[in-house]
């Protein structure tokens, strides 16, 4: 088990969106962020105190937490400097970068000297079955995004809240290191290899009551050239009944691909409405989740209501204006 409460470590993040696993570990474990670590030229802010390591520890914080997702997954020289520091004062280490924790001489041999715990949290721990396709029991919603980093995780987060609160059978299935972190449980799929992978979205999500629904963490998008490879995985080897669209309309262009626009909501719509189907011929688009964060609240609500009227489907931002309306649709299936 991972010590609580967490230091969330931003480092030099070079934005908000960059920090996205400290931001999900603020939003939905709270009383676990005791406060956050930058360094210099850092462009991240969770609005949570900035400490120290030795302010940190007398605040109680036990584990420091890696909470940025850079591109590769890389722990860089400057980086490793506050981590021998943190084992040396006394912080666990956890991280779900693909540069693991363990593979690194240097924090290993202070670990061992200090009796400090590292977790490496993208390390499948389970030997996964190839993807067999049959039907099981019980009823799962997965988000599928127009890019990465639109919500997915936020939106099935949401929408198992929304569940729960309405006395519903509900389980929220983490499958990346952030949805691992705040749950302390799940898969981490795209560590696991590829044959595996829909094998892996099975395991995780087996049969269950008949009006019981796994809201399924989503990963990737279909059309980013870099990361298509996770969704479809999860596609099929999590035969949803119920697919969320997920977007973010105020991009430029795909997350780290200049050279790439963003596909559009009916794109997307069809193209993965159509991957779904082979696994589960009856799986519906029901509704889609608008990351509104950097819009005001005028222009996001009429951003909705644009997108309901266009489309012929309930649209709301779960996390600012809850997932009543996607659990409506869910539950009208």
């Not at 960059?18 to 360094?39: E, L, S, T, Y």
């Given at each position: 088990m991972i010590k609580t409460p967490y230091l969330l470590f931003l480092g030099d993040a070079p934005d908000q969106l960059?920090?996205?696993?400290?931001?999900?570990?603020?939003?939905?474990?709270?009383?676990?962020?005791?406060?956050?670590?930058?360094?210099e030229g850092c462009g991240a802010d969770l609005g949570l105190t900035d400490m120290s390591l030795e302010?940190?520890?007398?605040?109680g914080a036990k584990t420091l937490v890696v909470g940025v997702a850079n591109r590769g997954g890389v722990?860089?020289?400057?980086?490793?400097?506050?981590?021998?520091?943190?084992?040396e004062e006394g912080f666990d280490l956890a991280s779900?970068?693909?540069?693991?924790?363990?593979?690194?001489?240097?924090?290993?041999?202070?670990?061992?000297?200090?009796?400090?715990?590292?977790?490496?949290v993208r390390i499948p721990e389970v030997e996964y079955p190839i993807a067999n396709g049959k039907k099981r029991t019980g009823k799962r919603c997965l988000a599928v995004g127009t890019d990465c980093s639109v919500g997915k995780m936020y939106t099935a987060l949401c929408m198992d809240a929304e569940m729960r609160e309405r006395g519903l059978k509900s389980t929220f299935r983490a499958t990346g290191q952030t949805g691992i972190l705040i749950t302390g449980d799940g898969v981490p799929l795209d560590a696991v290899i590829a044959d595996f992978m829909?094998?892996?979205?099975?395991y995780l999500t087996p049969d269950n009551d008949d009006d019981h629904w796994d809201h399924i963490?989503?990963?990737?998008?279909?059309?980013?050239?870099?990361?298509?490879?996770?969704?479809?995985?999860?596609?099929?080897?999590?035969?949803?009944?119920?697919?969320?669209?997920?977007?973010?309309?105020?991009?430029?262009?795909?997350?780290?691909l200049p050279e790439y626009t963003q596909p559009s909501l009916e794109e997307l719509r069809d193209m993965a409405l159509g991957l779904a189907k082979v696994a589960n011929p009856a799986c519906q688009v029901i509704g889609i989740s608008v990351n509104t964060q950097h819009m005001s609240d005028d222009d996001a609500k009429a951003?909705?209501?644009?997108?309901?009227?266009?489309?012929g489907l309930p649209a709301t931002d779960p996390f600012r204006y809850g997932a009543g309306k996607l659990v409506d649709a869910l539950e009208a299936i």
């Open positions: 960059a920090a996205k696993v400290a931001i999900g570990i603020r939003d939905w474990r709270p009383d676990n962020a005791v406060g956050q670590f930058r360094m302010e940190a520890k007398a605040a722990i860089s020289k400057e980086w490793k400097k506050v981590l021998v520091t943190a084992l779900g970068l693909h540069n693991l924790l363990r593979d690194e001489p240097d924090l290993v041999a202070v670990a061992e000297a200090t009796g400090q715990e590292l977790h490496d829909a094998g892996s979205v099975e963490e989503g990963q990737g998008s279909l059309f980013h050239v870099s990361y298509s490879g996770v969704t479809m995985a999860l596609i099929h080897g999590g035969q949803p009944d119920a697919l969320v669209l997920a977007h973010e309309p105020t991009r430029e262009h795909m997350r780290g951003y909705l209501a644009k997108v309901e009227a266009d489309m």
